[in-house]
């Protein structure tokens, strides 16, 4: 699947066959830019239509400051965001139940049957690249559950957060973070 350089991966090859659900967290934990391609691929035939229902329902959510490109939010020319238009989407994210297991999750084994061979599946363990989720780790933060790590070159390091506990609930999102400083931040 082609992704730009640089972009992080699920590891996946083209005609590799995957469920969608194993898609998301392959999109989800490893910030994985193949798997948000296939999936853009399920929904609209291509990256570009994917786009428009990106855009459309950026529209719905009041999303006023962005305009999307691509599947994988690697800069391009036209496509930006901006802090307060992720807040909005993340609110929506995570009234989805499914999608808040998904991006609170340490560690997921998915199954892959290479170039689409369904008698030869392998297994394939993908990492949430949020540290602060992990109960193992000095930045370990109690009722973050994470959404979304990223950089690009314009935006720089980037963290869409979810806290929930004791009946509270927030989101909140740093961009254009130092690179030791984003956790933090």
Known sequence: IEVPKGSSSANLNTGDKVSIKDLFYGMMLPSGNDAAKALAYIVSGNEQNFALLMNDKAKELGMNKSSFKNAHGFDADGH??????????????????????????????????????????????????????????????????????????LAGNCLAGYYEKDGKRMVAVVANSEPTMRDKD
Do not use: H, R, W
């Open 80 to 153: 930006f965001t901006t802090p307060y238009d992720l807040a909005l989407l993340c609110e929506e994210l995570c009234e989805n139940e499914e999608l808040v297991k998904i991006f609170s999750s340490v560690k997921y084994t998915m199954t892959v049957y290479p170039k689409g061979d369904m008698n030869a599946p392998t297994q394939q363990t993908v990492y949430n690249t949020n540290v602060m989720i992990n109960k193992n780790s000095a930045e370990y933060f109690d009722g973050f559950k994470g959404i979304k790590t990223g950089y690009t070159n």
